[in-house]
């Protein structure tokens, strides 16, 4: 198969697997159809047509990989779409350690999609139920990790947190295998959330987040992690304080620890680029 074969098949099975899914609530809901404010599901899944453009279609993938929830695939499936995201990652432009510019000591800075980085770990801002994010086609960057990591990854948190049997705690963070992405790791921290005045209690979870992964990443010989700025964004930390937390949480545990793993602080905006080389330039 072609890449555009390929991504074909993935819709295909993808919707084919929602209208049995459709197809069984329609039965179950037999009983209801007669009964008052009873409504026939107009976006049914049976009247999607798959789009002719490739972007389009590209679209239409992501958004049903994002709404699926963790099920087992059967292995041809998987075989197919990890030949696709392989494909799709390579495309992007893969990006290793040695092309970006050290600022000093084993510290980087680096502007761009933290998925095309292949190094020991990237950091995801993950929320607590740690399976993704469920919007079709969200710009956060838990989304963008596990549309690229595929299908794999959300089955794979989903059969952790069924182990743990709560939702993860603010300032802690998991590490599982990146799947299709070019990492070799994916460490998942839930950070603070900020609604009003920031405090130290959001600053101490924050601290704790950067900890977490950094422990993490030394527990499982990561010879390199590129943090994003967590807590940032649709979490409302303010840009400057998170980012000045993130560069001395970690200076000190690397201080502390003797730790000589390399750290790539991922930015997105121009804005968070120029706070982070400002801080970084007057260590």
């Not at 993938?61 to 197919?80: D, G, H, K, Q, T």
């Not at 993490?216 to 807590?231: D, P, T, Y």
């Amino acid at each position: 198969m072609n890449q555009p074969e390929r991504r074909r098949f993935l819709i295909e099975e993808l919707l084919r697997e929602r209208n049995v899914e459709e197809s069984g609530k329609e039965s179950e809901n037999k009983t209801y159809r007669n009964k008052p404010g009873y409504t026939r599901n107009r976006d049914s899944n049976r009247n999607i047509a798959i789009p002719t453009n490739s972007q389009e279609q590209k679209q239409l993938l992501r958004a049903l990989m994002n709404l699926r929830p963790a099920a087992p695939v059967s292995e041809e499936f998987r075989m197919i779409q990890d030949e696709y995201l392989q494909a799709e990652n390579t495309a992007k432009g893969i990006v290793t350690l040695d092309l970006i510019p050290e600022v000093h000591d084993d510290l980087y800075l680096w502007q761009g999609d933290i998925t095309r980085l292949k190094v020991g770990a990237i950091v995801n801002a993950a929320n607590s139920g740690m399976t993704g994010c469920y919007q079709p086609c969200h710009a956060c960057i838990d989304n963008c990790i596990h549309t690229y990591a595929g299908i794999e990854l959300r089955n794979y948190c989903q059969e952790m947190m069924d182990r743990q049997g709560f939702e993860e705690p603010t300032g802690q963070a998991k590490i599982t295998p990146a799947f299709n992405l070019p990492c070799d790791y994916v460490i998942h921290t839930v950070g603070p959330i900020v609604q009003g005045a920031l405090t130290k209690k959001h600053e101490r979870l924050l601290r704790s987040c950067y900890e977490s992964c950094l422990q993490l990443a030394v527990a499982h010989e990561v010879k390199s992690i590129a943090f994003c700025c967590i807590s940032t964004g649709v979490f409302h930390f303010p840009n400057q304080r998170a980012a000045e937390i993130a560069v001395h949480t970690v200076e000190k545990f690397r201080e502390k620890s003797g730790s000589d793993i390399a750290v790539i602080f991922n930015v997105f905006k121009d804005s968070d680029r120029e706070i982070y080389r400002q801080l970084l330039q007057l260590q």
